[in-house]
């Protein structure tokens, strides 16, 4: 039983985290991205698109 709680309680805060991810994405303001540097380190670095919404919202494809 105190397994079945562990698990429930684990899958509860991954959920949160996952949410705020997403919510962080959906509302950063597109304006600031510069898409040609985005595009170009997702095909020069290989990185997932998981990657690249955590380094837009990290800043580093902001216009400078």
């Known amino acids: 039983m105190g397994t079945i709680i562990g698990l429930a309680i684990l899958g509860i805060i991954w959920w949160a985290c996952s949410s705020s991810f997403n919510s962080k994405v959906d509302n950063y303001p597109i304006s600031r991205v510069d898409t040609s540097k ?4 997702k095909v020069r670095n290989n990185l ?7 380094n837009m919202i990290n800043g580093k494809y902001d216009k400078r």
């Open 38 to 41: 985005m595009v170009s380190d």
């Open 48 to 54: 997932s698109d998981k990657q690249v919404q955590r």
